[in-house]
């Protein structure tokens, strides 16, 4: 099976002909005149076959990071690809084994897996094609630099500031040897529980903070694709949804999403704190004493638009916006009004000059006594009789019961309703409602340099089309951060001179993200024959129509803005190439007008659009009937008393903006609660 293994990820990333690579070195002249031939073959001569150890590391992301299903799925693929009779029909090619075809033969082979009717090939393409490009182009090659990096000017790994906060930690083995008895127990360290800890060991509780995350701090970080996603993302960022629609990206480190996120850091808007008061019942949404939260979690963290300043890419929508006549603004940042152009948070600040709930809201925990756990599983949430009596760890495969007064769950919407599944707690509104911002990349090509990976992440913002039902749904267009293996699986596969193509683009492109609230796209969260999460989701008719429509709002900002080309991340790879100078003939012509119908015609395709999220909610939504919602208005579970969820999944909808401070000023809505619950208790 090594050798069909080696076989597809030389294919996906392969050697180019002689005559490929002097297209490619002729298509660099016309880019950049000034970069050396040398340069060029360097990138154009890197392929999966020359990068060490490919098919073992391969092999070993495959059974480290993918659910079982998949695995045997992959194994059963492989060895139908071993066989004549199983390449002939997996590939519609010559009756002989898939690492005997031609190069040209296995490259038509991938184009038909990606456009495949039958759904799970078109997934194994994507884990294919993704951990091809994630070794070939992820990381160092074999000690050396990648040449992706250099004809590209891009910055590359950075160094971690030794300065930064280290946490203490409990000893695991003196915690294993006694007995352990709480006040809290809280089971997550982002912006949920981190709010959580440091506001209950201020009133006086005693705190146990525990986390699955082994701590990492920046200083040990890698700041390289491939290693800082295994290190800091669930699964290596390759969870999915059951039919592999979905990519979601959910941090696992300490400071949860918080510590990987992209310092955006916006307030939930007004139309929605409307809807969760007058359609959810949550009426304190719409109260100064709502406003008071977020506004104690913005002095907290530092939030604000000072010294903000715009890289190239993020210039970019704001430049397409003015042209046009559109309103762009300016994202706030965590980041205590300081400049914060470390380029790299998304694998963790390594400056940390952001103020993730680790740096801000643990550290005031263990100032005022709270207690951390880190690489300790929360396999159950322990309960007799409808309270809460405390929670059963795994650490280091070892069981350890800690009592508990109150247990807060903070995992995020997708960890936290299996823990409530895993542990018996009867609500059949446990993993439903889940919303997930769903996301397409709309990508501008640029006759200058934009350079993506530098400067200050996510600065820009466009409004305008979120509003688009009139009742607060529709999506927003943002500037990703965009490392240059994330960039070209931003984009569909179409072969290996495209790909190298593209990667010479990767300095000169702006990659623009439609982020939609989803209004009638919704899923559910349940346990798998693993007791792991399975996660269903399905984009709904109306979400998709406003993606696709800001899709087309996107290529005419990049349009505006300069761009040469866009493109989308729909199947086949759209593209619409620039002829004219004059933006508004540009706008008005028969092929633009053509591109914008064909994004509506080839619509939203699960596993044939690139599509993926960040932002989890929902799943155990708060509400005001215990009917329709798995915890009460003050946070606790309407089925154990003393159990509390404090993270995105009680938000009652999708927040329609990147959901941090959002969560952040619901969980301190909910540790006031707390507080008082235990303040009560006193008297």
Known sequence: MLQVLEAIGGAYSAPLTPEEQQELIQYCKELYPDLSEEQVASLAK??????????????????????????????????????????????????????????????????????????????????????????????YVNGLENPIWTVNQYIGPVKGNPEVWQPPFVNQALFLEHEQSYDVVVIGSGAGGGVLAAELSQNGQRVLVVDKAKYLHPKDIPFTEQQSYEALYEDMAFVATDDGGFQILMGKAWGGGTTVNWS??????????????????????????????????????????????????????????????LEGLTIPQNAQGQPHDC???????????????????????????????????????????????????????????????????????????????????????????????????????FKEDKLPGEGTIMTALYNGDSNLDKKGYGARLEVPAAHPASYLLMQPYLSPLELKKRALEYRRSVPLIVLTR?????????????????????????????????AITAAKILLAAGATKVRTAQNGGLEFVRTKESLEETLESKEFKDFCDEIKKRSVVLTKTIVFCAHQMGSNRMGIDPKKSVVKPTGESWDVQGLYIADGSVLPTASGVNPMLTIYSVCYGIAQHLKQDFNSAKL
């Not at 913005?298 to 939030?303: H, P, W, Y």
């Not at 070892?398 to 936290?416: E, H, L, T, Y």
Request: hydrophobic share 40%.
């Open 518 to 550: 989803d209004k009638d796209g919704a899923g559910t969260v349940s346990l798998n024959a693993e007791n792991k999460p399975l996660i269903h989701y399905k984009m709904g008719k109306e979400d998709v129509q406003h993606m696709c429509h800001t």
């Open 343 to 445: 380029a790299h948070c998304t694998f963790g600040c390594p400056t940390g000059q952001k103020q993730s709930s680790l740096l801000t809201w643990i550290k005031d925990a263990v100032e005022n006594g709270a207690h951390l756990l880190q690489d300790a599983q929360c396999d159950k949430i322990v309960h007799e009789n409808s309270r809460v009596k405390g929670v059963l760890l795994s650490i280091g495969g070892k069981p350890k019961f800690v009592q508990a007064k109150r247990v807060v769950v903070a995992c995020g919407s997708i960890n936290s309703p299996v823990l409530l599944l895993k542990s018996k707690i009867k609500n059949p509104n446990i993993g439903k409602n889940l919303k997930l911002h769903p996301v397409m990349t709309v990508m501008g090509v």
């Open 264 to 325: 955006a850091s916006l307030q939930l808007p007004e139309i929605s704190r409307k809807e969760w008061a007058e359609v959810h019942g949550l009426t304190h949404f719409n109260t100064p004493l709502y406003q008071q939260h977020i506004d104690a979690v913005v002095k907290r963290l530092g939030i604000s638009t000072d010294s903000v300043k715009h890289n190239k890419a993020n210039q970019a929508l704001l430049d397409g916006c003015k042209a046009l006549g």
């Open 46 to 139: 890197l392929h999966y076959g020359n990068v060490q150890n490919a098919t073992l590391e391969f092999k070993r992301l495959v059974e480290t990071h993918l659910p079982k299903h998949k695995q045997k799925m992959i194994k059963l693929v492989l060895w139908l690809l071993g066989t004549s009779l199983g390449t002939s029909l997996l590939c519609g090619s010559k009756f002989k084994p898939f690492f005997q075809l031609s190069k040209e033969e296995k490259e038509k082979a991938l184009k038909g897996w990606s456009n495949s009717v039958i759904p799970d090939i078109r997934v194994l393409h994507k884990v294919f094609w993704s951990l091809a490009n994630m070794l070939s182009y992820g990381g």
